[in-house]
């Protein structure tokens, strides 16, 4: 069975500190990039980082630039996002996403196409 598991998510003040997991099974992460997205409340799903495949390329929208760091380890088919300096408005459920791209060293932060999403885990940042 296939299956995208993401973990991590609670509650933080602002300031502080989460680092989200996103674990594969039933297929083989190494073979696709990787995308970070979050929903809030009455928002589109928006992408907040993204990985190649190689783990040599990565991409962040101006909002968590500096702050959000994605990495993957492909040994534990696992796909981290450490999240630092938390605003309010980081506030969202947070969905990990596949897609198996043609290209070594390429990612996208577009939610269209993606072969695999987990369900998500909620992060809450409020003091």
């Known amino acids: 069975q296939l299956q995208f598991v993401e973990s991590g998510g609670g509650l933080v003040q602002p300031g502080g500190s989460l680092r989200l997991s996103c674990t594969a099974s039933?297929?083989?992460?190494?073979?696709?990039?990787i995308g970070w997205f979050r929903q809030a409340p009455g928002k589109e799903r928006e992408g907040v980082s993204c990985?190649?495949?190689?783990?040599?390329?990565?991409r962040y929208p101006d909002s968590v630039k500096g702050r959000f760091t994605i990495s993957r380890d492909n040994a534990k088919n696992t796909v981290y996002l450490q999240m630092n300096s938390l605003k309010p408005e980081d506030t969202g459920v947070y969905y990990c996403?596949?897609?198996?791209?043609?290209?070594?060293?390429?990612?996208?932060?577009?939610?269209?196409?993606?072969?695999?999403w987990g369900k998500g885990t909620l992060v809450t940042v409020s003091s």
């Open positions: 039933g297929f083989t992460l190494e073979y696709y990039a």
């Open positions: 996403a596949a897609i198996r791209l043609p290209l070594f060293n390429v990612c996208t932060l577009m939610a269209r196409g993606m072969d695999y």
């Open positions: 990985i190649s495949k190689s783990g040599a390329n990565t």
